[in-house]
């Protein structure tokens, strides 16, 4: 079953903690993206991952780190979270061509109070 | 860089009319496009994609789409909604993998019975 998973998937955080959104896919996918879904804006793309340890920002990346150290899963950081950085945000994954499907996961939606 | 545009936020169909979604990108080349649905609280589900060949493509659930290269669009379109399509529909381009997906504003759609 294809499936990318995303936990947790309601989150609520101060201002200023640490947050950790986990994403695992079962594809065996190289790329792998983050991004978030904001009103009026759509989807955003923050990070991009090509396979283990290799990250490249996406639009915008200001406020986010990632880490990826096993190929089935993509975690996306955020340092002291900002009450801007309330969103939904998902993780998707696809093999490592243009013409495919980007699978999504069902999305984490975060609020920073 | 590559951008999509949808001009309609909302569309509002009895159930069992026709659908059309519009959908404009910019790039210059022939990108990869492709629509997306997203359900409430859902991640995206992929319904077509296109590159190449017959510009009018099928996918799921009775959905089609027809690429122009003349006009820069690729139009979705459904013979006859029925009120599970309710939904928001997203197009989306993809220039390279190593990009991502750039997705419009989506188009929000309506289904009364």
């Known amino acids: 079953d294809m499936k990318v998973t995303q936990m947790p998937r309601y989150l609520i955080k101060r201002m200023g903690e640490n947050v950790l959104l986990e994403c695992g896919q079962d594809?065996?996918?190289?790329?792998m993206y983050w991004y978030r879904q904001d009103p009026g804006l759509g989807l955003q793309l923050i990070y991009i991952s090509y396979d283990v340890d290799s990250n490249s920002e996406g639009d915008i990346p200001k406020g986010y780190r990632v880490s990826r150290k096993k190929r089935e899963h993509f975690s996306l950081i955020l340092d002291s979270a900002k009450t801007n950085q309330t969103s939904v945000y998902f993780c998707?994954?696809?093999?490592?061509?243009?013409?495919?499907?980007?699978?999504f996961g069902k999305g984490t939606r975060l609020t920073v109070v | 860089a590559q951008s999509v545009t949808q001009p309609d936020a909302r569309v509002t169909v009895s159930e069992g009319a026709s659908l059309q979604l519009r959908c404009k990108y910019s790039y210059s080349a022939t990108p990869y496009l492709f629509w997306y649905v997203q359900y409430p609280r859902q991640g995206l589900q992929m319904l077509l994609k296109?590159?190449?060949?017959?510009?009018v493509v099928q996918g799921v659930n009775g959905f089609e789409a027809e690429f122009s290269k003349s006009d820069s669009s690729f139009h979705l379109r459904k013979a006859s909604v029925h009120w599970s399509d309710s939904a928001v529909y997203f197009c989306a381009v993809s220039a390279h993998y190593a990009q991502g997906l750039t997705f419009g504003l989506g188009t929000r759609v309506s289904v009364f019975p």
């Open positions: 296109y590159y190449s060949g017959d510009p």
């Open positions: 594809m065996s996918h190289e790329t």
């Open positions: 998707a994954s696809r093999t490592g061509t243009a013409n495919t499907e980007v699978f």
